[in-house]
């Protein structure tokens, strides 16, 4: 079993920036692509961004510029660098795996909060 732990959410102003930290932890396994998506109330799950083990990247057209995908393969673990943030970036931001343990699998971590407020 593959899980992950997300980190860093949070209230941030306008304008600012915050890092998201994901972590998968387990044994026996390897990752291919990880993702962040986000929920707002009331709305549908949307994919943020998306990274391969060899690193490219694609986004949603309404964080392109302003949101940073990355991983370090060495910890499994993904990120998501956030700026100019905007009130409509405010949802629970989740991070998600895919890869083969034994058998191929999908892992979803438990959501983080992040509210862009004045």
């Known amino acids: 079993q593959v899980q992950l732990v997300e980190s860093g959410g949070g209230l941030v102003q306008p304008g600012g920036s915050l890092r998201l930290s994901c972590a998968a932890s387990?044994?026996?396994?390897?990752?291919?692509?990880m993702a962040w998506y986000r929920q707002a109330p009331g709305k549908q799950r949307e994919l943020v961004a998306v990274?391969?083990?060899?690193?490219?990247?694609n986004y949603a057209d309404s964080v392109k510029g302003r949101f940073t995908i990355s991983r370090d393969n060495a910890r499994n673990t993904v990120y998501l660098q956030m700026s100019s943030l905007k009130p409509e970036d405010t949802a629970v931001y989740s991070c998600n795996a895919d890869g083969r343990a034994v058998t191929p699998f999908r892992s979803w971590g438990q959501g983080t909060q992040v509210t862009v407020s004045s």
């Open positions: 387990g044994s026996g396994f390897v990752i291919y692509t």
């Open positions: 990274i391969t083990s060899g690193g490219s990247t």
